[in-house]
């Protein structure tokens, strides 16, 4: 079997990564994808946030939070932080409301 051994460089980048790493030549053409080599303090840290309570939020309701707050920014223009959590308080409250 031919083996390609990674620099020391290389190697703590893909140590680090949180995402598979795509292997490429000289020219960026892509000759494999290795996945992630997570640690375990890494698989600890994902197994305590998934016991934490929520709130949970599914993917439709952050999807109608972010379109909420874009059509603020389209109408008010650029806000702060603050009002960003003004709107998204509001956009909770409206959220609770029967319909």
Same mark, same amino acid.
């Given at each position: 079997?031919?083996?390609?051994?990674?620099? /020391?460089?290389?190697v703590k980048l893909y140590?680090?990564?949180?995402e /598979?790493?795509?292997?490429?030549?000289t020219q960026g053409k892509v000759l494999g994808t290795l996945p992630p080599d997570?640690?375990?303090?890494?698989?600890a840290e994902l197994k305590r946030h998934a016991a934490e309570e929520g709130p949970w939020y599914s993917g439709d309701?952050?999807?109608a939070m972010f379109q909420f707050l874009d059509d603020a920014w389209a109408k008010e223009g650029a806000f702060d932080?603050?009002?960003m959590h003004q709107l998204l308080e509001q956009?909770?409250?409206?959220?609770?409301?029967p319909s």
């Open positions: 079997m031919t083996q390609i051994v990674l620099t /020391p460089e290389q140590n680090q990564a949180k /598979p790493v795509q292997v490429c030549d997570y640690s375990a303090e890494f698989l309701d952050v999807k932080e603050n009002r956009f909770d409250s409206q959220r609770k409301q």
